[in-house]
């Protein structure tokens, strides 16, 4: 994100939001958030001086829904696509910005679209005081993924999970899809979590270190596994974007 001239969120996940936020006020990046729900969406450009995505919604809401078990309306992501995309055009030439620094909602069946003005919060544990001070992505990751409140004594923090790593008696194995593996991996062995089999001959003999992206498949693989009976079955806590946010780990 880094080098991204701006972010585009499309994903469909609260949680991950935080993440982009987090990361983008890191690296000063503007991101564009969209939302879907059943008949309305929302839009906001966040731009690095502006209010940022924690200070409209200071935490995750409770009982969120994704698309799958609320249901959308087909039209909805699609017409949020592009008014996304077309706002992403405008930054990048210059043109004026109606989402920058507001949010725009956009409701399907009254066919109505309110813009509000986002305000920066001084108290937001993202942004902070400042606008500057960034918790880091790691402890977002942590926060957001349900890593931190489950704590099993199995999840390890990515120190630990390093000290592991470096024992011949221990495994990596890598959780997520194949084309995630070859996009970037950190070494292992990659058996993603929906085809994890306890009796599988390549996971026999060594203790497992299960990772993933930010430590949720891992878990359920490590709890599956050691609900099979495997008790040396270990998660990353946090994933890999948490591994990677870990400096003295790398
Ligand atoms: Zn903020």
């Known amino acids: 994100m880094a080098a991204a001239d701006i972010v585009l969120d499309c994903t469909d996940q609260m949680a991950v939001r935080y993440l982009i936020n987090a990361a ?36 995750l809401p409770e009982q969120l829904q994704d698309c799958a078990g609320a249901g959308v309306l087909g039209i909805v992501p699609g017409i949020l696509g592009l008014l996304q995309a077309g706002e992403a055009l405008k930054y990048l030439t210059g043109l004026p910005v109606p989402s920058q620094n507001h949010l725009l909602l956009w409701d399907g069946l009254g066919l ?24 880091p992505v790691a402890t977002v990751c942590a926060t957001f993924s349900g890593a931190e409140s489950a704590s099993a004594d199995w999840e390890l923090a990515p120190a630990a999970f390093a000290a592991a790593r470096q024992s011949p008696d221990h495994l990596l ?35 497992l270190l299960l990772l993933c992206q930010t430590g949720v498949r891992s878990r359920r693989g490590a709890a599956q ?26």
């Open 112 to 135: 109505e679209l309110r813009r509000l003005r986002l305000r920066r919060d001084p108290a937001c544990r993202c942004c902070g005081a400042t606008g500057v001070a960034a918790i």
């Open 24 to 59: 983008c006020r890191r690296h000063g990046r503007p991101w564009l958030f969209a939302g879907v729900d059943r008949f309305a969406g929302q839009l906001a450009l966040f731009a690095p001086d502006g209010a940022c995505f924690q200070c409209l919604y200071p935490t």
């Open 225 to 250: 596994l050691r609900a099979a009976g495997r008790e040396d079955v270990f998660s990353l806590r946090g994933g890999i974007l948490a591994w990677l946010e870990t400096e003295d780990v790398r």
């Open 173 to 207: 194995v890598d959780v997520r899809s194949a084309a995630e593996y070859q996009a970037f991996n950190i070494g292992g062995l990659n058996i993603p979590v929906d085809a994890l089999q306890p009796e599988d001959p390549r996971l026999a003999g060594r203790a």
